[in-house]
């Protein structure tokens, strides 16, 4: 189906920050340490939030009404394909040796029997795909992500995660292509396709957000440390506790039968 797994795992990154989100609200007013740049950040974001509400949504919305799901699926396969070059060359630098033999199978696959990309025959052959990004290689060898940071048009990241596009960026074959308006046609063409596939997460976390900009924030820290530990990430022991203890408190406020009293003493009855 079009775009489901990568839908799927966009509204489960949501829905734990938005848990997050609550449980930060429920418990402190304290700026969060990872953020110490938060004015600045605030700032970038309204600029962003404006041109995506003016610009890229708008754009997004018509160019998924004008194309046919066939070709707006093929579209979303060429660059998974052309990603899966960046993705091989982080899995040789994580050692993940098997997963890059996957990997490297996967794309040569899709890029002949799938028609250079536009088709995901591999999938189909037991070669899922996978998602290895600098960044992720980076954090993996220990290397912390810094403070959170927004950037003007690409939105969250931090000083590590500007690292990371930089070096992804420079190993997309499409972008040793010359002229130079092939690789900036096919950078508006896929941020498009991008943005029309996340339109119905950012419908969820519209309407569920409190905060939006400590929502993003929040989702942004949490797919990171979800990709960087496989889809494993080790337990954050306190808010565990931080949600335990709102889970109790719903319980115990409501939804619940209250005991029976119990009964009185043979003492206490009236003769």
Known sequence: MKRSRHS??????????LAASLIGCATTSQN???????????????????????VMKPVA????????????QGVTNFFSNV?????????LLQFKFLQTGQDFGRFMVNSTIGLGGFVDVASHMELPKHNEDLDQTLGAWGIPSGPYLVLPFIGPSTPRGVVGVAGDTLSNPINWVTPTV??????????????????????IMDEASVD???????????QRKYLIHDGNPP???????????????LDSGGGTTSAAPAPKSAESKSP
């Open 235 to 249: 337990v954050d022991e306190e808010l565990e506790k931080e949600m335990d203890l709102e889970l109790e408190g």
């Open 32 to 54: 969060d340490p990872r953020d110490p740049w938060e004015g600045w950040n605030r700032g970038v974001q309204g600029f962003n939030d404006k041109l995506d509400d003016y």
């Open 8 to 17: 799927y795992r966009i509204r489960r990154v949501l829905w734990l920050a």
């Open 212 to 222: 939006r900009y400590e929502f993003m924030r929040n989702a942004y820290f949490q």
């Open 182 to 203: 092939i690789p900036w046609g096919s950078g508006i063409l896929r941020t498009v396709d991008m943005r029309a596939d996340l339109l119905s997460a950012t419908k």
């Open 61 to 72: 919305k018509g160019y998924q009404y004008v194309t046919p799901s066939v070709v707006d």
């Open 83 to 91: 990603d899966d070059v960046a993705v091989v060359a982080n899995d």
